[in-house]
């Protein structure tokens, strides 16, 4: 019998669909093997690296559909073992800055191959620019939408301060650390509403039902949906729709995902403000 384990580190209000009845699914049932024979979540994320590196290979021959295929089914491999490795990391407490920043670097790691791979098949100046301009699309919207997602999840938990990552002197940490929080120090002020309001609980499931849109709306700039869109770009024949959707659909919906999160937290704010200033003027 397998042992179920469940993963609540995640809201499903805001989950891409095939996280929810694909991916993750397949995780939780790979992870009691993973524990059982003490394979490290580093070690998958290496393992997932690897899975990409195949993936670009098969891409590199994208022209002839199976090999489009491949990538898919490897894609999709390495997503699993992309979210298997955040779940054996908890459920082990193992979790660090260096494993952060080896996900992270995984996770980009893999883009970057399949990227390359496609535009040295395409072969062409014009192809490369694209490349590069998608590539640079990608890290930022990648950024943002984990960040925000983050601090979903701690919101809705009604925590308010922000968990600072534990210094480290490793420069390649810091970097990632800073650009991580890059985000958390714009919406800091819907944090600090947050932490001095007399129902943190009831603030929290408001914020989650009216944040969970804006949530939803970001989740398209989840890998799952790059991973399936470069597959069907190669299907139709030209890769490079793959980076134009990089370019132009995906920064509106980071620059819309993003406006309407804060007019969620200002919103809240400005009600929260006006209902402690009601409390205090009682009080008089």
């Given at each position: 019998?397998?042992?179920?384990?469940?993963?609540?580190?995640?809201?499903?209000?805001?989950?891409?669909?095939?996280?929810?009845?694909?991916?993750?699914?397949?995780?939780?049932?790979?992870?009691?093997?993973?524990?059982?024979?003490?394979?490290?979540?580093?070690?998958?994320?290496?393992?997932?690296?690897?899975?990409?590196?195949?993936?670009?290979?098969?891409?590199?021959?994208?022209?002839?559909?199976?090999?489009?295929?491949?990538?898919?089914?490897?894609?999709?491999?390495?997503?699993?073992?992309?979210?298997?490795?955040?779940?054996?990391?908890?459920?082990?407490?193992?979790?660090?800055?260096?494993?952060?920043?080896?996900?992270?670097?995984?996770?980009?790691?893999?883009?970057?191959?399949?990227?390359?791979?496609?535009?040295?098949?395409?072969?062409?100046?014009?192809?490369?620019?694209?490349?590069?301009?998608?590539?640079?699309?990608?890290?930022?919207?990648?950024?943002?939408?984990?960040?925000?997602?983050?601090?979903?999840?701690?919101?809705?938990?009604?925590?308010?301060?922000?968990?600072?990552?534990?210094?480290?002197?490793?420069?390649?940490?810091?970097?990632?650390?800073?650009?991580?929080?890059?985000?958390?120090?714009?919406?800091?002020?819907?944090?600090?509403?947050?932490?001095?309001?007399?129902?943190?609980?009831?603030?929290?499931?408001?914020?989650?039902?009216?944040?969970?849109?804006?949530?939803?709306?970001m989740s398209l700039l989840s890998a799952n949906v790059r991973v399936y869109a470069i597959f069907l770009a190669c299907l139709i024949g030209n890769p490079r729709l793959f980076w134009w959707v990089e370019l132009v659909p995906l920064n509106i919906i980071l620059i819309l995902g993003l406006f309407q999160h804060r007019m969620v937290e200002k919103?809240?704010?400005?009600?929260?403000?006006?209902?402690?200033?009601?409390?205090?003027?009682?009080?008089?």
């Amino acid at each position: 019998m397998t042992l179920a384990i469940t993963d609540l580190s995640r809201d499903r209000r805001i989950e891409d669909p095939t996280n929810l009845w694909i991916i993750h699914p397949a995780a939780r049932r790979l992870l009691p093997w993973f524990l059982a024979r003490g394979i490290s979540a580093n070690a998958v994320s290496l393992g997932g690296l690897a899975l990409g590196t195949v993936a670009a290979l098969a891409y590199a021959q994208w022209k002839i559909w199976p090999f489009a295929l491949a990538g898919l089914l490897l894609s999709v491999g390495w997503l699993i073992a992309d979210g298997l490795d955040g779940m054996i990391a908890r459920a082990t407490g193992t979790a660090s800055p260096l494993g952060r920043v080896l996900d992270g670097v995984c996770d980009h790691g893999v883009f970057i191959l399949i990227y390359v791979a496609l535009a040295l098949s395409i072969g062409t100046v014009e192809g490369w620019a694209l490349a590069v301009a998608a590539g640079v699309a990608h890290m930022v919207q990648s950024n943002m939408f984990e960040s925000e997602r983050a601090r979903f999840h701690r919101r809705c938990k009604a925590v308010a301060m922000i968990a600072l990552p534990a210094p480290s002197r490793n420069p390649l940490v810091r970097l990632y650390d800073f650009g991580w929080g890059m985000l958390d120090r714009v919406a800091a002020r819907f944090d600090d509403v947050l932490q001095h309001h007399p129902a943190p609980a009831d603030l929290a499931a408001t914020y989650g039902a009216l944040a969970a849109k804006p949530m939803r709306l970001m989740s398209l700039l989840s890998a799952n949906v790059r991973v399936y869109a470069i597959f069907l770009a190669c299907l139709i024949g030209n890769p490079r729709l793959f980076w134009w959707v990089e370019l132009v659909p995906l920064n509106i919906i980071l620059i819309l995902g993003l406006f309407q999160h804060r007019m969620v937290e200002k919103r809240l704010g400005t009600v929260s403000m006006k209902h402690s200033s009601r409390i205090e003027g009682i009080m008089k």
